[in-house]
Nanobody, 123 residues
Framework: VQLQASGGGFMQAGGSLRLSCVASGYTFSNSALGWFRQAPGKEREFVAA????????KYADSVKGRFIISRDNAKNTLYLEMNNLKPEDTAVYYC?????????????????WGQGTLVTVSS
């Protein structure tokens, strides 16, 4: 099983980025997926999650209204559209996949993790 995250980079505050996470060797369409992030010196935190069908989504309060999580099961791909970026969004972003169809905000309930993609937002 592999999760390959991409799309990170450097952006000025107020800009937008779109992260992607492609899964292989995994029954992608049956499982909930999530995005987490870890800033320097901080613990990994929940960002957004989506259930197996894409019909239910959950966001951290810090990104609600700015980030959009989505998935394309036909392409085995998870997305995170990040708008109105802020310096505090600077972190390594990780995609994750679990065995359950319902989403979770808890990192320990996810089984597979991508390698992370760095997002840096300047003020």
């Amino acid at each position: 099983v592999q999760l390959q995250a991409s799309g990170g980079g450097f952006m000025q505050a107020g800009g937008s980025l779109r992260l992607s996470c492609v899964a292989s060797g995994y029954t992608f369409s049956n499982s909930a997926l999530g995005w987490f992030r870890q800033a320097p010196g901080k613990e990994r935190e929940f960002v957004a999650a989506i259930n197996w069908s894409g019909g239910f989504k959950k966001y951290a309060d810090s990104v609600k209204g700015r980030f959009i999580i989505s998935r394309d099961n036909a392409k085995n791909t998870l997305y995170l559209e990040m708008n109105n970026l802020k310096p505090e969004d600077t972190a390594v972003y990780y995609c994750a996949a679990g065995h359950y169809s319902a989403y979770s905000t808890k990192a320990h309930e996810y089984v597979y993790w991508g390698q992370g993609t760095l997002v840096t937002v300047s003020s």
